[in-house]
């Protein structure tokens, strides 16, 4: 994650008027960058790597206590790091989620490989919840504010943050858009990652759930390649089913794999672009909504 991903600066862009009008600055999210060893250094293998090799031909840099792998830094030293990330940024995460419980705001955390089709699937979800629920929604992405206007299109607010270099949102940043966008009273907001199904599975933005979308093009073993994310979620929208008859895709199987690596994930079959399932998933929306709700009642 960030102990290895080096990740950068974030900028928020909120267009009511323009784009590309910017509400703030760039907002450098406090992940420490502070390690000591050099970045060009010879490839030796004196420290510990935390691999090993596999008689099949497989390299696993998975098997360190850190579970990644960077040239240079030792196994210790990644953990330290990565307990410092995860400690700001849950702190962070419990400002989140106090301030949307404060508001009655039912937030879910979108995550996926970059086009999944989250962007057409969260703008027809959006049409379909009109006259039931208000959503808005902040958009991440590396560049541009091309999803943020998507989103607009269909009449809800929408702040684009933009992550540079970065290769997921955390907390932080997240705290300002919402700060920024200041969702109504009782009301949903969807948080759009940035395409990636490796770092987002391990940051909690204060969100109620996280929702990965598979598209039917991605291929049935993707649950067993990057299994954090599935495990991480609640949900599981298998994506663009209106492909299905042009494709050779076991619908089964994939919806198997994921539930061997996460026996609890729900799982729905939607189509964006014909609206096949969207109407199981609204149901869904507002139902985990409601339960939410009566859950911070008793609280």
Known sequence: MCSVCGCGEAEIVLDKDKAGAHAHGPHG???????????????????????????EGVIDYGQGAAGAHAPGVSQERMVAIERDVMSKNDAYARDNRRALAAKGVF???????????????????IEALKGRLAVSVIEGDQQTSNDAERI???GAPAIQINTGKG?????????????????????????????????PAGFDLGEAHKVVVLSVTEGEDKPLKYP?????????????????????FDVGLCLANALRVNPHLQTLV?????GEGLAAFVAWIEASAARRAVALAKA
């Open 29 to 55: 999210h406090d992940h420490p960058h502070d390690h000591d060893h050099p970045h060009d250094h010879p490839h030796d293998h004196d420290h510990d790597h935390g691999h090993r090799h596999h008689d």
């Open 107 to 125: 937030a879910l955390n979108f995550v996926s490989s970059p086009g999944s089709g989250k962007t057409a699937l969260l703008a027809r979800t």
């Open 152 to 154: 607009r299109a269909t």
């Open 167 to 199: 290769c997921h949102l955390d907390a932080h940043m997240v705290g300002h858009a919402i700060e920024t966008l200041d969702p109504e009273p009782n009301s949903a907001l969807f948080i759009e990652n940035v395409g990636n199904l490796v770092c």
């Open 228 to 248: 954090d994310m599935f495990v991480a979620a609640d949900l599981l929208l298998l994506n663009k089913s209106d492909l299905l008859p042009h494709l050779d």
């Open 270 to 274: 939607v189509s964006a672009k014909t």
